[in-house]
């Protein structure tokens, strides 16, 4: 009768409900991640919300950008106050006023600033809209134009405009926010022979004051670069007055140690400078343009204001607006941790179910042991896995040894019922006086008797070494004598079957710790079985020698060999490769199993190699001594 297993201590209750416990820890952990992060997040848009006020940020910059200092500032602090209802204030580094932003009657400023006033350093989180020089396009310092300049830059786009839209381009006049006059092109741009034609390239010269800006801004690069062994460099302004900051034109630098200069490469304020094909012309072209960054701040500086700490308030003082999370939004996380949930405890189910289900197979399986060819499916290569390899492996070999004891039950019961049949049969022929009791009718019957207690000595010595009751009586033994005994004891059998039975020379005072009766067991057993796997015609070696601290006996043959398949089985009891039987070749399947009993039971091993049709080498490796043999 099938034993239930009690539900407590079901494998799937438990993984349910270890399953269940993680997935109820993980999700809290989320819900808890999901709130805590929700709330970092809401601190930083009521940071973003007072801080990144476009218009109040933007204002105040383009005031720096075009002023030497924050002297006027009062005048716009008190439009934008008015107009946004908020306290505005602005103060140096040291949280001085400055710019007339806080009255003595004022409120006392916040901790932290909303944000730092820098046209030489943009935050471009605030402005978003800036270049990826961080310096604001309106600081353009003694690179701005004079009015005839700009007017005649700005009668020369127009010009420039006109013409283009008479070849068909959708051209129009504008200012970039330096103020340089530029022409804009929408849709397809203008090819150069067209550009060039209606004089787009001229509006990129730069005019006397701004040659005289990229002068003084080139010397200042070629300082910079100098140490770098680089340089000098020529600057530009941007083409038709889309890039109002100067623009670095770098012919061709060489870098230091390079023999090959690099290519010619453009940085912009407004745009990455393009792919370079080896590492040195890469260092030299960030090398150029953080020398350009660096040095046109340096020639902006004394015309734009000093950097300004920007506090926005409201009237009370606070810094930002309070949020709360609403009820909605706490309905809303605790509806999606619910289904989270959900779908945590389902696919555990089903992951449960599909790790207990291999289980259950392999649990009916265990409890119907005598079902033949159980089998159950590997669906993996975990520890279920593992254990249902395992267990085919164990019904294999069970059914191995099963049909091995049918197999014995049935050599044994022929082997036994040949040598009793014939002993019946000449007593029987005796007593009916058939048969004259003579020497060779004698001889005949003791043959039998010595077949019977053959199979029987192999039976008992088996028995003994599963009992562990195998008794040694170790004592020294000459190797050279021990072969050439056991081959006069098997050279007679041998002539007979037409096979050469020869002992290779060893060393006649080579010894060995060990029990003479045992070894010659197993080296005749081998020999045994060489000559009778070996046809007529055949031979059979027997050899031996000192190998370290092992004497090693092969016997080698000549016989039909042992197949690949076969050979991990030789050793086996009752397995023979030959299914049919005969009194010349049959056997029980005992020898070569009391073999490895007898090498196990002196401290060695007994290996086997062959090929089919090749013969076969049984090598017996066994130590020489517990101390120290002769040798």
């Known amino acids: 009768m099938r034993r239930r297993v009690p539900l407590r201590k079901s494998l799937l209750i438990r993984l349910l409900a270890a399953s269940i416990l993680v997935a109820v820890c993980s999700v ?53 106050t008015k107009q946004t209802g908020r306290h505005i204030a602005l103060t140096n580094q040291s ?76 051209a129009e006049t504008g200012t970039d926010p330096g103020g340089r006059p530029n022409v804009t092109v929408a849709g397809p ?15 990129s010269a730069p005019t006397p004051t701004e040659q005289t800006a990229l002068s003084r801004l080139g010397e200042l690069v070629d300082a910079c670069l100098s140490p770098q062994g680089l340089g000098p460099v020529k600057l530009g302004i941007g083409p038709g007055g889309v890039v109002p900051s100067p623009q670095v034109v770098i012919p061709r630098v060489q870098a230091p140690g390079s023999s090959v200069p690099t290519p010619a490469v453009r940085p912009s304020p407004s745009a990455t400078p393009g792919p ?29 204001a000093p950097a300004a700490l920007l506090f926005i308030s409201d009237r009370n003082g606070t810094t930002a607006p309070a949020f709360h999370l609403t009820r909605a939004g706490t309905l809303r996380i605790a509806g ?40 159950v499916p590997v669906t993996g290569h975990d520890e279920i896995g ?97 072969l050439d005994q056991v081959a006069a004891a098997h050279r007679a059998r041998a002539g007979a079957a037409g096979v050469r039975l020869s002992v290779l020379p060893a060393d006649r005072d080579a010894e060995m710790v060990a029990d003479p009766v045992r070894l010659r067991q197993a080296v005749g057993n081998l020999v045994d079985n060489a000559v009778r796997h070996t046809p007529a015609c055949g ?18 043959d000549t016989g039909t060999g042992i197949g690949p398949d076969e050979l991990p089985y030789v050793f086996d009891r009752f397995w023979r490769a030959e299914k049919s039987r005969s009194r010349q070749t049959g056997g029980s399947g005992l020898g070569l199993a009391i073999v490895r009993q007898l090498a196990q039971a002196h401290g060695g091993t007994v290996t086997a190699t062959s090929r ?11 130590p020489r001594t517990d101390g120290t043999a002769g040798g």
């Open 386 to 482: 593992y254990l249902a390899a395992a267990f085919n492996d164990l019904s294999e070999r069970r059914e191995r040894i099963e049909e091995q004891r049918k197999a014995m039950v049935s050599d044994v019961a022929h082997e036994l019922r040949t040598p009793l049949s014939n002993i019946r049969g000449w007593l029987e022929a005796a007593q009916d006086g058939v048969a004259t009791p003579d020497q060779a009718f004698l001889a005949s019957l003791l043959e039998e008797a010595v077949l019977l207690q053959h199979i029987i000595d192999d039976l008992r010595d088996l028995a003994a070494a599963d009992a562990d009751s195998f008794r040694l009586h170790r004592e020294p033994v000459r190797i050279a004598e021990l």
């Open 539 to 556: 031979s059979v070696t027997v050899g031996a020698g000192p190998v370290g601290d092992h004497l090693v006996i092969e016997v080698t």
């Open 189 to 203: 741009a203008p090819d150069d022979g067209t550009a060039t034609a209606c004089g787009l390239p001229q509006l």
């Open 28 to 80: 809290a952990a989320t819900a808890w991640l999901a709130v805590n992060t929700t709330s970092q997040e809401i601190q930083q848009e009521q940071v973003q919300t007072l801080s990144g006020d476009a218009g109040i940020y933007e204002t105040l910059l383009g005031y720096a950008a075009t002023h030497q200092n924050w002297d006027g500032a009062a005048a716009v602090l008190a439009g934008l």
């Open 276 to 304: 370079v094909p080896n590492p040195s012309a890469d260092s030299a072209d960030q090398a150029v343009a953080s020398c350009v960054d660096s040095s046109r701040r340096q020639q902006l500086a004394p015309y734009v």
């Open 612 to 622: 089919p049709g090749e013969g076969a080498v049984f090598t017996l490796r066994l």
């Open 336 to 375: 999606v941790t619910g289904l989270v949930l959900a779908l945590t405890v389902a696919l555990s189910v089903l992951l449960a179910t599909r790790l207990v289900r291999p289980l259950r197979v392999l649990t009916d399986a265990a409890q119907h042991p005598t079902e033949p060819h159980a089998r």
């Open 95 to 170: 949280r001085q006023p400055v710019g007339g932003s806080a009255a003595p009657h004022a409120s006392p400023v916040p901790s932290n600033a909303s944000a730092v006033i820098d046209p030489l350093d943009v935050d471009q989180t605030l402005a978003p809209g800036g270049t990826t020089t961080r310096i604001d396009p309106r600081a353009v310092g003694p690179f701005a134009l004079t009015p005839d300049e700009r007017a005649q830059l700005r009668a020369e786009a127009g010009r420039t405009a006109g013409c283009l839209r008479t070849r068909g381009f959708a």
